[in-house]
């Protein structure tokens, strides 16, 4: 990437071809060579020199014609099936393997260590750190043709990835051919709308038949899925097939109405399909059919499938049409069970012995272990950080983590003014490089079950194959190296090198990758009277250069070296720079000074409640860390100090709606005034309504009181929490939660 810093007697040299595009950095002097291979093998000497070959023909033409490769199960055992040595020498090259994965995955080094110069003479010894390299992909919300699942698979080889986990089926569509029940594609797989916000939230959830004019949707044939299956096998990666169950089945239940739970009233007919808010409908625990129904779906999964595992969902089923459900409960009854719980696990430990009896092995979401966990089953750890995982690694049960704080893809993965929209907080590049999944805590015998590592990708936000790339690039890279290097060889430094030459390979085959890692993070805290402003960059290879007189930043800005002290309103403008050149998006930061800036704010967590006084207004996106949350909220107070007593003529509180999250206005807002913090009277008062508060969208509103002759020093805010959200709301019964950002006193 030509904005990259070079550094000392170092230069990039680079070359590609139409397969792909190969990198090193080649020192000037002979006996300093810094290789670029992602993920960082585990044992590694480099040596004086090069095997010099015509990069275009290495690239273009067989690699084997060059490389001496032997394949012997006897060879190093110590490696394992995917280990491999590799030996470059100024006049061969030398691959030897257990296995021909190994032999893969040696040869895919061999592609990362090409350059003009040849290949660098060097000696490696290296394996992986899990067996378990996974990358799950939702092609439900966000359908995706055959040929991008293709690519994905291509650059998960290069990275060393081995498990494609291939989530076929949830309510955005059905995406798997089944012969026995083709309504499941010819009804299930196709919709209105292409946005899933649009579909979802908005609560549209209408299916159409295919063939339908517009129709968004779409899904695999068999021969599709073959193709697939063929390309991961020359790629030796395991593609690992998921079927939802019992919940995420909205499609499956909009094609045979009659698994649902007898008691359901909600639906208005196959045709248009499911409407209005429906994540409670679920299959018929009590329901026989809904058992034979997807036994027959898992004969074809396992007819078609090869792998030697079978996802079977199990996350996020909501049980209250279980708990009218005569079925269900006479289901209970009969099978001793306590509650709709223990009913769940008897569903999933029914499903996972059809699947053992077909001789494979059944993985499902840590939601397992809220019950008995079926016998043998392997539980992906992804609430929170993955702690349920835990509980089944007790209990003797293999686990994959992926929790969704770190290694859930959709999340922001950068400064959240620049980046498109989605949910979930940040997710940066250092954070995912930064994962170690095994704990301090865990005793031996739990860290031996631990298979490894999986990068998931929900869909909710993506509307085309761009959006895809955006949210898995670069990502993806530092996903591989915390998979396969050893905790104690990584580096963040040699890492980003490498990465940044990936990037180079994966742009020259048109795949868009973010850039987040340049733009800058502010933070704003108060400081004894004064606001302080912070900027960083996940990239220590970088100069931030600013201005505050309105200027774009340029070279001759000022440079950033300490944190920026401000006591009047003021425009921050900041970017990073590297090698004479912007590499980053401009950071245009808008500071407003009023009374109640910078001034001490009083209640719990003060820490938080600063958020209130610092002078910057929160975007459209609530996780940007500009705005202040509560949880419990029946009641919450806050008093900020003007220290000494002023004339208020308005008090205005900025409160975010993003209606998807539950996230609205309170049901009331109240503020006081007093003169010594004890005694307070009340200055005005709004309430609003259960219409004005659930209000679908996204959006800020800004709560303005206007205060005629108020004089004080003292101003208290209190809200009432607005309660849990309505049954037709898209997360029912869920507590609503108010987000607020700043408190101006003018």
């Not at 395991?238 to 909205?250: D, F, G, R």
């Not at 015998?445 to 490894?452: D, P, R, S």
């Not at 020259?508 to 973010?514: E, S």
């Amino acid at each position: 990437m030509k904005n990259c810093l070079l550094s000392g007697l170092t230069k990039w040299i680079i070359r590609g071809s139409s397969s792909c595009c190969l990198a090193i950095l080649v020192a000037c002097t002979p006996a300093k060579v810094q290789l670029n291979v992602v993920p960082l093998p585990n044992d590694m000497e480099i040596k004086t020199g090069f095997f010099e070959v015509d990069s275009a023909q290495f690239a273009n033409e067989s690699m084997d014609k060059f490389i001496t490769c032997r394949i012997d199960s006897a060879f190093n055992r110590d490696l394992g099936e995917e280990g491999y040595n590799l030996s470059v020498s100024s006049g061969t090259i030398r691959l030897n393997a257990c296995t021909e994965k190994g032999a893969f995955y040696g040869k895919q080094t061999l592609k990362q260590l090409l350059s003009s110069r040849g290949i660098p003479c060097v000696e490696i010894k290296d394996a992986p750190r899990f067996s378990y390299r996974g990358l799950h992909i939702d092609v439900s919300r966000h359908f995706f043709p055959k040929e991008e699942i293709i690519k994905l698979l291509d650059e998960m080889a290069y990275y060393k990835l081995n498990k494609f986990h291939f989530h076929l089926t949830d309510n955005g569509g059905w995406r798997i051919q089944i012969d026995k029940y083709p309504r499941l594609t010819s009804m299930g797989a196709f919709r209105t709308q292409c946005e899933w916000v649009e579909w979802w939230d908005k609560k549209d959830r209408t299916y159409l038949p295919e063939g339908t004019p517009n129709a968004y949707g779409g899904y695999y044939t068999k021969e599709d899925i073959r193709e697939i299956l063929a390309h991961a096998e020359k790629l030796h990666i395991e593609v690992i097939p998921e079927i939802e169950m019992p919940a995420h089945s909205n499609a499956a239940l909009a094609s045979y109405p009659l698994l649902a739970c007898p008691v359901v009233d909600k639906y208005i007919g196959v045709l248009p399909g499911l409407g209005g808010a429906h994540a409670d409908i679920i299959y018929c625990a009590g329901n026989d059919s809904v058992y034979t129904f997807l036994e027959g779906v898992i004969d074809k999964i396992v007819d078609l499938f090869p792998s030697r595992y079978i996802h079977l969902g199990g996350d996020e089923a909501w049980k209250v049409n279980w708990k009218k459900c005569p079925r269900c409960q006479a289901r209970m009854k009969a099978e001793g069970l306590k509650n709709e719980e223990d009913l769940q696990g008897y569903f999933m430990a029914r499903m996972a012995r059809y699947v053992q009896s077909k001789g494979r092995e059944v993985m499902g979401w840590d939601e397992l272990t809220n019950t008995d966990i079926p016998e043998d089953a392997i539980i992906f750890g992804w609430q929170g950080r993955g702690q349920a995982a835990l509980k089944a690694a007790k209990l003797g049960h293999r686990f994959v983590m992926t929790p969704a704080l770190i290694l859930y893809l959709i999340r922001y993965q950068g400064p959240q003014w620049f980046e498109p929209l989605t949910y979930f907080g940040n997710n940066t590049l250092k954070d995912v490089y930064d994962y170690e999944p095994v704990q301090k805590e865990w005793s031996p015998a739990v860290e031996k079950l631990l298979m490894g590592v999986q990068a998931s990708l929900w869909t909710e936000f993506c509307n085309k194959p761009e959006d895809v790339d955006y949210l898995l690039f670069p990502r993806l890279s530092a996903l591989a190296e915390g998979a396969w290097t050893q905790t104690d060889r990584k580096d963040w430094q040699t890492y980003l090198k490498a990465m940044d030459r990936f990037n180079e390979h994966i742009a020259a085959k048109g795949i868009v990758y973010a850039r987040s890692m340049y733009n800058i993070q502010h933070t704003v805290t108060p400081v004894d009277g004064q606001l302080q402003v912070k900027l960083e960059c996940v990239r220590p290879d970088v100069q931030i250069h600013y201005t505050t007189d309105g200027k774009e930043p340029d070279l001759q800005s000022a440079l950033y070296s300490e944190p920026l002290r401000l006591t009047t309103s003021k425009t921050v403008k900041a970017a990073t720079f590297a090698n004479g050149e912007q590499i980053g998006k401009t950071l245009v930061l808008p500071v407003e000074w009023n009374k109640a800036t910078a001034k001490p704010i009083l209640g719990s967590n003060t820490e938080k409640l600063k958020l209130l006084v610092n002078g910057v207004r929160g975007s459209l996106k609530q996780t940007d860390f500009e705005w202040c949350s509560w949880m419990n909220n029946d009641t919450i107070s806050f008093t900020v100090d003007l220290q000494k007593k002023e004339e208020i003529h308005t008090v205005t509180l900025g409160c975010i709606t993003v209606y998807g999250m539950a996230v609205h206005k309170p049901a009331c807002i109240r503020v006081a005034v007093s003169d010594n913090n004890r005694n307070f009277r009340l200055a005005g008062e709004l309430h609003y309504s259960q219409k004005e508060i659930f209000r679908e969208g996204s959006y800020v509103d800004n709560c303005s009181f206007a205060l005629d002759n108020v004089q004080a020093r003292y101003v208290r805010i209190t809200l009432c929490g607005a309660g849990l959200c309505p049954e037709n709301h898209v997360r029912p019964g869920q507590e609503a939660r108010p987000f607020l950002d700043e408190l101006i006193i003018e």
